[in-house]
């Protein structure tokens, strides 16, 4: 039932999202030149996928975990992105090709060994990784793996289509910041 909400809502977003969508990225071409970032994540059963996301750092960022980077990378029409969410809207596409779901652990990167493990303890790879979840709208980021994959874990234990709901309803309404930038 929630992987046909999730190819429901992501048909409509990018559907009805796509002059949204369309406008962010011809504002990335002048911002950054590259509007488009992609990165190969961690996914279901630990296999590799590339998420697709608007870029809010500069070219040449080094590809490491958001709390690892350098926030003077980040562009100003990153931050707006950032702060609004829309650099997420990419991800629709992942969740159409059934790569993501909206609701699920943030995906990892495969250099972030700790969150791996933690995560592979815990039984997080059986689920799709997600846009947003509880660990997002709690406020915890991946600088903290162990606390992250506990959380990770009770989520997908509980996640019912009413939680589903939840954690998409507070995101939008502006709960969590997701992986900030060191400073």
Known sequence: MLRLLDIFFALVGLVLGFPLLLAVYVVGL???????FRQKRVGRHQKPFTLVKFRTMRVGTASVASHLADAQAITPMGQ????????????????????????????????QKE??????????????????????VSGIDMSTPELLAETDAKMLASLNITNYFRYIIQTVLGGGQGDAAKK
């Open 80 to 111: 707006f992105l950032r702060r609004t969410k829309l650099d997420e809207l990419p991800q629709l596409w992942n969740v159409l090709r059934g790569e993501m779901s909206l609701v699920g652990p943030r995906p990892g990167l495969f250099n």
């Open 115 to 136: 969150l791996l493990q933690a995560r592979a303890a815990r039984g997080v790879y059986a689920a799709r990784p997600g846009i947003t979840g509880l660990a997002q």
């Open 30 to 36: 002048f911002d950054t030149g590259a509007p488009l």
